[in-house]
T-cell receptor, first 111, second 119 residues
Framework: RKEVEQDPGPFNVPEGATVAFNCTYSNSASQSFFWYRQDCRKEPKLLMSVYSSGNEDGRFTAQLNRASQYISLLIRDSKLSDSATYLCVVNPGGSARQLTFGSGTQLTVLP | GAVVSQHPSWVICKSGTSVKIECRSLDFQATTMFWYRQFPKQSLMLMATSNEGSKATYEQGVEKDKFLINHASLTLSTLTVTSAHPEDSSFYIC???????????????FGPGTRLTVL
């Protein structure tokens, strides 16, 4: 089983749609959780951290369920510029501060 | 914000040659940097952890004699792909946890990546 698993996608949605991505992680001791965005042939960029109480940043809402080891990302009112690959990322803990990446979910927002 | 640079951004080389990739933290010191590799349509895979002043820690399956890592200063780590072969063609990305105030302890900043093509 992969350490971080995501919806395989791709997701093709019209502008204005709401889209949700899911992610599960296998290491119950994981400490930090993130969603990164990666554009084609570019480096990943932090979209938002994910907190236990859930958090929102504009059109983006992230949820964490530690009991189910499940993370989600909701994007409301999709824009064309939201088209990218979304990476679920987990810090498994320990002093090394390494990150474990999911394989990513590709989103295309259509005009 | 914290900036990490990589050089070169792309390189094409012949099979059997060695390629050096530099990763620099521009406005903060990084005692630890990470090197990742990403093949097309796959996720980033951690190759090794680069530690300033000591040996790098390699992930299982990554050959330390093939991927030489040197972290000679608090702002520079280098990855040398020795005797590169076509199967080493990939997107190599480094990252560094930032020590700047105002950022989460585990927030990492990524370099722009180096696209290596071995002919």
């Amino acid at each position: 089983r992969k350490e971080v698993e995501q919806d395989p996608g791709p997701f093709n949605v019209p502008e204005g749609a709401t889209v949700a991505f899911n992610c599960t992680y296998s290491n119950s001791a994981s400490q930090s959780f993130f969603w990164y965005r990666q554009d084609c042939r570019k480096e990943p960029k932090l979209l938002m951290s994910v907190y236990s109480s859930g958090n929102e940043d504009g059109r983006f809402t992230a949820q964490l369920n530690r009991a189910s080891q499940y993370i989600s990302l909701l994007i409301r009112d999709s824009k064309l510029s939201d088209s990218a690959t979304y990476l679920c990322v987990v810090n498994p803990g320990g002093s090394a501060r390494q990150l474990t990446f999911g394989s990513g979910t590709q989103l295309t927002v259509l005009p | 914000g914290a900036v990490v640079s990589q050089h070169p951004s792309w390189v094409i080389c012949k099979s059997g040659t060695s390629v050096k990739i530099e990763c620099r933290s521009l406005d903060f010191q990084a005692t630890t940097m990470f090197w990742y590799r990403q093949f097309p349509k796959q996720s980033l895979m951690l190759m090794a952890t680069s530690n300033e002043g000591s040996k790098a820690t390699y992930e299982q399956g990554v050959e330390k004699d093939k991927f030489l890592i040197n972290h000679a200063s608090l702002t520079l780590s280098t990855l040398t792909v020795t005797s590169a072969h076509p199967e080493d063609s990939s997107f190599y990305i480094c990252s560094a946890p930032t020590t700047l105030a105002g950022y989460m302890n585990n927030e990492q900043f990524f370099g722009p990546g180096t696209r290596l093509t071995v002919l």
